[in-house]
């Protein structure tokens, strides 16, 4: 790279300012929101998550005992609402068999223990079990997502065939173990990359886009 990663932060921050990601009045309400969010927009999370409210289920017990399809109705606007309520249930039926519905004791163990945990349950992959640590936890787990693959591509930052690992590692390896710096960047990445890296570019006008390589945007992604 041309330039380091907390260089582009700085970029991205000076030009977009602080982004006060991740919303959610709870750490459940976030962990909740990390599987809602799946393939789908947060304006559509943030109907389920009323929804939610309403009914009054942000409480891991209630979520794990309300029956299925009941949660699933209940979480329709998020879409995928049958197989998204599964998910919600079983990340609720693990806080509450492991952590006795504690998320401060949960949030307490190793941030490679709890990641491993996570990993094992049905339906949450890596940007969802780091989003969880990251954002609710407020544990140093950098994440990533489709637009931080895109942005690093096409600025030639790193292979083409790098996968989430990968990109996780170049990340960790240049900038500094801080919570609230991983959280920043992530953010502003998702601003960089909704407002201009989308699946067709809009490089005009981008903070990053003298920062592309000579021949332009990198192909395949």
């Known amino acids: 790279m041309s330039i380091s990663l907390l260089d582009v932060y ?4 000076a030009h977009y300012g602080h982004q006060s990601w991740w919303p959610g009045d709870s750490p459940l309400e976030i962990m909740v929101g990390a599987i809602l969010t799946q393939n789908t927009s947060w304006k559509n999370v943030e ?30 606007p998020a879409g995928y609402y049958r197989l998204k309520a599964k998910r919600l249930q079983n990340l609720m039926r693990y806080v509450v068999e492991v952590h006795h519905g ?9 941030v490679h223990s709890l990641r491993e945990d996570l990993l094992a349950l049905n339906g949450i992959g ?6 969880i640590l990251l954002y609710a936890g407020n544990l140093p787990s950098f994440v990533v997502d489709t637009y931080t693959a895109r942005v690093l591509k096409r600025h030639g930052w790193i292979d083409q065939e790098a996968d989430y690992h990968q990109i996780q590692d170049l990340f960790v390896s240049q900038l500094p173990e801080d919570v609230a710096l991983f959280n920043e960047y992530h953010a502003l990445l998702v601003r960089v ?5 989308r699946k067709t ?3 005009e006008s981008c903070p990053l886009c003298d920062l592309l390589p000579p021949g332009g ?5």
């Open 10 to 13: 700085e970029r991205l921050l």
């Open 217 to 221: 945007i990198e192909e395949g992604f």
């Open 201 to 203: 570019p809009k490089c």
């Open 47 to 76: 109907k389920a998550i009323v929804n939610l409210k309403e009914e009054g289920l942000f409480d891991p017990f209630k979520l794990q005992e309300t029956p299925l399809e009941e949660l699933a109705e209940i979480i329709r």
């Open 126 to 131: 890596p940007e969802t079990a780091d989003a």
């Open 102 to 110: 504690d998320l401060d004791a949960m949030f307490a163990c190793s």
């Open 193 to 197: 990359g909704n407002a201009h890296c």
